[in-house]
């Protein structure tokens, strides 16, 4: 069955970065499109990132210049490679293919 499993979050100060992986398996990783979604306390689920099958990226305005999607078809393995964090950051971070998505990963940013 599809799974995906995201890793990598912590507690990190403003203006730290932090790299979140999301480890797939049960389907044809290099055909797949992936994103990233997160939700901060209290609100809902907001899109992030997309990577298609192709290396094309697509980035929503808050995250852009700062978030970088890739990915590995090796490892089957999509990253988020997260800079200069702010507060309003903080979220669960959730990878995403079509309907399914992972359990999440915490990340914290505070001071």
């Known amino acids: 069955q599809v799974q995906l499993v995201e890793s990598g979050g912590g507690l990190v100060q403003p203006g730290a970065s932090l790299r979140l992986s999301c480890t797939t398996s049960?389907?044809?990783?290099?055909?797949?499109?992936i994103n990233w979604a997160r939700q901060a306390p209290r609100k809902g689920l907001e899109w992030v990132s997309t990577?298609?099958?192709?290396?094309?990226?697509f980035y929503s305005p808050s995250v852009k210049g700062r978030f970088t999607i890739s990915r590995d078809n090796a490892k089957a393995t999509v990253y988020l490679q997260m800079d200069s964090l702010a507060p309003e950051d903080t979220a669960v971070y959730y990878c995403?293919?079509?309907?399914?998505r992972g359990q999440g990963t915490q990340v914290t940013v505070s001071s």
């Open positions: 049960g389907f044809t990783f290099s055909d797949a499109t």
């Open positions: 990577i298609s099958s192709d290396g094309t990226t």
């Open positions: 995403r293919r079509g309907p399914s």
